[in-house]
Every structure is written in C-alpha cells, then in structure tokens.
C-alpha cells in the first residue's frame, strides 16, 4: 500500500472547495448584512496571541485546547485563537476606550482548538461572532442579542430552531451557599451538568449538614428545571432568596422581550445548564436545529470578562458555526 | 407519526436488554419481541411513537452523543470509560455487577495492595484503570485487550486485571479472585444534549414514566 499520508492534510483541517465556499459566503453574507443594521462594527483580530493574555479571557476547557509555541525570536508562547471573544476584550481595553459605549462589534474568523487523538472532529472552525459591551447588564441588551441572532437565521431561511436559555448567574448563587469542598462541589456540578438526579440525590443527602434543606431542595430540582418558557415561573414559585430571584427575574424580562419580538415559540428553558461555568455570569443560551447533535449558536454574558483585561465594564455575546449553518441549509442533517 | 418524529432509543445487546424490556413492559411499552429475532435490529411501536434499534453497547453512547438516536441504554462501565457528552438522567438499577482488581490466587496469598507502586493491567476499561490506580499514586502500564480478560495472568500477559463480575464464577474457573472493587455497575439512560433541549416535554415524560418503573 502506498503511503497515504504523504501529502495529507494534518488531524481535524480540511479544505473547502468552491460549491461549499459559496455556500458559506452565502451564510456569512446575511448574518452579517443583519449585524450592520444593528449598528454592529466589524473587528479583524490576529491569528495568534501571547497564551498569558489571551488565557485570561478563556473558558476553562478551552485553555486544554490551545495549539501553542514558542514564538522563536522573543522565547514567549504564543497560542492559535481557540475563541475570538478574549481577543475582542483585549482589543477594547487597549485601544476603543476612548470611543465611549455602547460598543457593537462582530467578527468573521477561523478558530483553532486542539481535539484529543481518538477525535477526529474538526479543530478549524468558522465562526461569526457579535459582541456588545456596555456599562451596564440589561435584559434588554440580552434579549436584543438572542432577537438579531434569531432573525439572522430566519434570514438564512432557518425556521425550525429552538434557542435554549439558562442562567449562571442563578446556579452560581445557589453553589455559592452550599459550604462545601472544592471536590465535593465538581462532582456536584458534573451530576448538574449530566442531569442526573440520582447521583445529585446522593452528593446531597452526604453533604446535607452543611448544604441545609433550603438549598438542597433548589439543588436537586436543577435537573428538573427544563422544558418551555413556564420553567421560569415554576422556578420562581420555589426561590425565596432575593438575590437568586433577580436572576430568575432577569431571564423571565429577556424570555418577554424576545417572545414579543415574534419568537415565542423558539425559546426553551434549561435552568441546569452549567456549561461554561467558569466563564459565564449570567444568562446563557444555545441554538439547536433539526437532528443536529451540536449547536449552530452558542452565547451569554460574561461580565468579568473586560475586567480581567482592565476595563470594567459589562459585555454579552454570541458566535453562530458557520459549517453548521452551511450543513443544515445544505440538509446534510 | 413520520419516522423521524418517533422517540428513538438504542438498546444494549447482551444482558442488560432482557432486563430492559421488563422496564418497557411496566411502562405499557411492549417490546419482547426484540428477544425473539436475533437478526431483527431495528422495531418500530408507531403506536407508542417509539423505535427502538438493538447495537452493541459500547457503541450506544456513540449513537446518542451523535444524535443518531435520542436516548440509549448503557452500563456506567461503558458510560465512565467514554466520557462522552452525555445526559444521564436515570439509573435504573439493571445489569448489576462490579468492576474488580483480580489476580491469581497464589499471587494474593503474599500480595499487599497497600503496597503497591507500579502494576501492570490487562483490561478492556483503559480509563477507568489508568484514572483508578493514578489517583492512588500508582503507576500502571495498561494492556488492552477486547475480550476473556481472565486469561491474561494464566497466560503471563499481565499478572493482574480489571474486569466485570456479576457471579464471580469466571474469576474462581480460571484461578482468579477479586482484591479490590473499582466501582459498582449499574445501567443508566442515557440522552442526546439537542433532543432533550428540542422536545423537551416528551423527552422528560419518557423519563418520568421511566422512573416511576424503576422506583415502583
């Protein structure tokens, strides 16, 4: 057998021929013909940054999925982009300040994320972005963001979506109050994050002398807390706490705001949605269409996001996978 | 109903799915005919709006975590060594076993499992080994294999294994006996992220018909 290898392609990158390239600037065309008319401002940011700055702004799991090096003339590692939004942060910091806010910006890039040796699955992924950075967090501001992100799929003529909506914010209050071990409260997050009840159950009931049943009992209805737009009030009925409840209020003013733009239909709730954990402070959502495994769009607020790049102010956003999109239009799936 | 508007579930071949269809059939959910036709792999309950397809079990996470199938049925021994990104929202308490450190008899006679500090494993559960043993500091060179891992240490391939017991009747046939239990093993169902978040309310009807079976 002949050596197949010898002018392949490296793991998880492929090329895209012109069917699939018009295709994709077909996508990338509309969405971001809707971000203009928003008032968003298109930002090109670099390929590769310094790992200590860029990681900054990183969620956890993808500072495991770096492709870095050493850059060979300063010595300091430097990293491909695996997500455009820590760069977006840097970007604003250092040199928009002066432009005042609100500031509405969108991208269109390539990302890199390393994937483990047994997955094959892409690790060069397109993706449009918008990111809105503000003063303050407003459900209005969140609710505008899910509404252009919505639109820019009816436009594409995606109709059948739903946009699933949690709240870190919500479910980092109620761990904040559980006193118990770093270990203890990963495992119970992975339980959260898995839905399972039955192990919860069990983490629970162990650490009931320090979580108190007040807290218990709003812990173990987490993997409950998913389903339509009533998930919020069912919720809301449950939660005495004031501060968890302005969370749960926040949600239920952005749940409105995007159902009265005509969109009712598409939003469901999940409540026990950890994703991100470490990243995400507030409202969270994700898009999922047909038979598609992964989602099309992917977003939230992370409001201590500029301030770890020294600036404080609040900011949310959303990047939409462009070959998804491509491959649900094409009905590849 | 169209079919891809059924509920599509994978079940295990092997033993857990007799088990299986005990559940199903206290949930008013006939599917025994799934034993009869080894060769069948596929039923529909248009009815019901179900459709069922029989794969083998460490391929059902694949299959869910994929979207082929909306939910699955696998044991916590294939669920732990994939990792894959999962719902797990019930157990239900079928295809009971326990994974074990087994080694020959007369090894056990002069072994002292505190004492270990580098071992060498024949298993099929690469994962679970590696992560049981170096949590304990212990270095271990894993040796993989697919199948009749209790002929390893007869063999010389690795003095020790980790395996499935239900009986313990393979271990004491072929001279083996348990030092230690890795983990209890039960059977989980299992759900796609983009189902349960797409059709909620039928996805979460199913589980709580589940669980009123499971913990009735």
């Known amino acids: ?333 | 109903m169209k079919r891809e508007d059924l509920l599509s579930i994978a079940l295990p071949k092997g033993r857990i799915l007799q088990e299986a269809v005990g559940l199903f059939a206290g949930m008013g959910i006939d599917i025994k005919d799934i034993l009869e036709d080894p060769r069948r792999l596929v039923f529909e309950l248009p009815e019901e709006g179900m459709r069922f397809m029989l794969i083998r079990t460490q391929d059902v996470p694949v299959y869910v975590e994929y979207g082929a199938v909306d939910m699955g049925i696998a044991g916590k021994d294939v669920l732990y060594e994939q990792r894959r990104d999962l719902y797990e929202p019930l157990d239900l308490g079928i295809g009971r076993c326990r994974m074990v450190v087994a080694e020959p008899e007369e090894l056990k006679e002069r072994d002292d499992p505190s004492g270990w500090t580098h071992i060498k494993i024949a298993t099929k559960y690469p994962n679970i080994a590696t992560e049981y043993f170096l949590e304990r500091g212990i270095e271990v060179e894993i040796i993989r294999l697919y199948g009749s891992i209790e002929l390893a240490p007869l063999f010389g391939l690795s003095e020790r294994i980790v395996d499935l017991v239900q009986t313990g009747e393979t271990l004491r046939k072929n001279g083996l006996v348990e030092v230690e239990t890795v983990m209890e093993v039960t059977a989980k169902l299992v759900c796609n992220r983009a189902s349960l978040k797409t059709k909620p309310s039928r996805i979460k009807d199913f589980i709580e018909r589940l669980r009123g079976v499971v913990e009735g």
């Open chain 1, 1 to 333: 057998m002949k050596d197949p290898s010898s002018i392949s392609l490296p793991r998880g990158v492929r090329d895209i021929l012109p069917e699939e390239a018009e295709r994709i600037y077909s996508v990338e065309t509309t969405i971001t013909d809707v971000f203009h008319r928003q008032g968003f401002r298109r930002v090109i940011t670099p390929l590769v940054e310094y790992v200590d700055v860029l990681s900054r702004g990183l969620d956890e799991r993808l500072k495991e999925r770096l492709f870095k090096f050493i850059d060979p003339l300063t010595g300091r590692v430097v990293a491909i982009r695996p997500d455009i939004t820590p760069q977006i942060a840097r970007m604003v910091a250092t040199k928009m300040r002066t432009e005042g806010l609100p500031l509405k910006l969108y991208y269109n890039e390539n990302i890199f994320r390393s994937t483990k040796p047994d997955d094959t699955s892409t690790v060069e992924l397109l993706q449009i972005g918008a990111e809105y950075i503000s003063e303050k967090a407003l459900p209005e501001i969140d609710a505008e963001m899910i509404t252009m992100a919505m639109e820019a799929l009816n436009r594409l003529g995606i109709e059948d979506f739903r946009v699933d909506i949690g709240e870190m914010g919500f479910i980092k209050g109620i761990m904040a109050g559980l006193n118990v071990s770093a270990g203890t409260e990963e495992l119970i997050k992975d339980a959260i994050a898995k839905k399972d009840g039955g192990a919860l159950k069990e983490l629970v009931d162990e650490n009931m002398d320090t979580i108190g049943e007040e807290a218990a009992r709003l812990l173990l209805s987490l993997t409950e807390l998913y389903g339509d737009t009533t998930v919020v009030d069912r919720a809301l009925e449950h939660v005495k706490e004031e501060g968890l409840r302005e969370h749960l209020l926040y949600v239920k003013k952005v749940v409105d705001i995007v159902g009265s733009n005509g969109f009712a239909d598409n939003i469901t709730i999940d409540l026990g949605e950890v994703r991100g954990f470490a990243y995400y402070t507030g409202i969270i959502f994700e898009c999922f269409c047909g038979r598609m495994s992964s989602p099309v769009l992917s977003g939230g607020r992370y409001d201590n996001l500029m301030a770890s790049y020294g600036y404080d102010v609040k900011s949310t956003g959303f990047a939409f996978d462009v070959a998804g999109l491509v491959a649900i239009l094409s009905r590849e799936v």
